[in-house]
C-alpha cells in the first residue's frame, strides 16, 4: 500500500469528525505534513497526538511514520489526482457511456491497486492453498463475484462452493471446520445476512478472508485476513458496477496465486477442463 494519498482520499468518510479533520487537513496539505512533528499537526488541527494515531489505525497505517512515508510516495509517483468517478447523467450519449464506464471502470481497478497489501494477500493465497473446503458468499453483486470465484477455482480442481442465498449460508456454516476457509464478499461490509452467516463460521473456528470496500466494517473485523476493493461509486444510480469490476480484479489475483503455487499441476487441470468444454460442441 504506497499510495497514501489514494488511502486518505477513500478512508475519510469512514472517520469520526476528530480523526476526519485531520485526515482532511492532511489530504489538503500533503506536502507540508512530510516535515510535521505529530505534535504540531495536533496543535494545527486541535486535535490530541492519540486521536492522530487512531486515524492513522482506522486508515490501515501502522503509525504515523507510515502515513508520511506513504504519502510522500504518493507525491513521488505524481499520484494526487482527484477523484475521476462520473456517475450516470441522464442527458448522456451513447459515446459518453461508453468512455465514462471505460473510464470507471480503470479507475476502480487503479484504484483498488494503490490500497492493495501484498503481504494480506499472500496471507490470504497461502490460507486457500490450506483449506479443506471453501466457501465464498456474497448476496446481491457480491454473489456475482462469489460465483465468478466458484468458477475459477473448480477449474483446477479446488473444492469450492458459491452460497448467495442467506438459508444455504447458515446451514453450510453450521459444518464447517477449523480447516475450512469462507470468503466473504461484502461492498459495504454490513450485509446483515454475510454478518449473521460469519457468526457461525467463527464459532466453528473456521478461517475467513473478507472482500470489502476500504474502511473499517463488521465483515472486515470479523476476518483473519482483510482485502479490499475501492469504493469510488458515489450514488445507487449507479448501482455496483465499478466497484464489481474491482473485486474481480482482487479474485483473479487471488485465483492466479493460488493456481502458481502448483503451476504444472494446476496447467494440467486447466487443459482437462477446457477439452472438456471444446468437446462439448463438436
Known amino acids: 500500500m504506497q499510495n497514501g494519498m489514494e488511502r486518505i482520499r477513500q478512508g475519510i468518510k469512514i472517520l469520526n469528525p476528530s480523526e476526519r479533520k485531520v485526515a482532511e487537513f492532511i489530504f489538503h496539505n500533503p506536502q507540508e505534513i512530510l516535515e510535521m ?38 507525491i ?34 487503479n484504484s483498488t491497486l494503490a490500497i492493495m497489501d501484498p503481504k494480506a494477500m499472500d496471507e490470504a493465497v497461502d490460507l486457500l492453498n490450506k483449506a479443506r473446503r471453501i466457501i465464498a458468499i456474497g448476496v446481491g453483486a457480491s454473489a456475482i463475484v462469489a460465483l465468478d470465484f466458484e468458477q475459477k477455482l473448480k477449474r483446477i480442481n479446488k473444492w469450492c462452493e458459491a452460497l448467495t442465498d442467506s438459508h444455504t449460508q447458515l446451514t453450510s456454516a453450521v459444518h464447517l471446520q477449523a480447516n475450512d476457509l469462507v470468503l466473504a464478499v461484502s461492498y459495504s ?32 473485523k470479523m476476518a483473519d485476513v482483510n482485502l479490499f476493493a475501492s469504493p469510488i461509486e458515489k450514488s445507487i444510480r449507479s448501482g455496483a458496477t465499478a ?27 486447466l487443459d482437462k477442463t477446457r477439452k472438456a468444454i471444446q468437446d462439448r460442441f463438436k
Open 37 to 74: 512533528p505529530i505534535a504540531k499537526l495536533s496543535k494545527k488541527t486541535n486535535t490530541s497526538e492519540a486521536t492522530i494515531i487512531r486515524m492513522c489505525r482506522s486508515l490501515h497505517f501502522k503509525g504515523f511514520r507510515e502515513l508520511k512515508l506513504s504519502i510522500s510516495a504518493s
Open 76 to 109: 513521488n509517483q505524481g499520484n494526487l489526482e482527484v477523484n475521476k468517478y462520473q456517475d450516470i447523467s441522464a442527458d448522456a450519449t451513447l459515446s459518453e457511456i461508453i468512455e465514462s464506464i471505460s473510464n470507471n471502470n480503470m479507475h476502480a481497478i
Open 189 to 220: 461490509g454490513e450485509t446483515k445476512e454475510i454478518i449473521d452467516t460469519l457468526k457461525i463460521v467463527t464459532a466453528n473456528h473456521a478461517k475467513v478472508i473478507s472482500l470489502t470496500g476500504y474502511g473499517t466494517n463488521t465483515v472486515q
Open 243 to 269: 466497484s464489481r469490476i474491482a473485486q474481480l480484479n482482487v479474485i483473479d489475483i487471488l485465483f492466479t496465486g493460488l493456481a502458481s503455487i502448483n503451476y504444472k499441476q494446476s496447467v494440467d487441470y
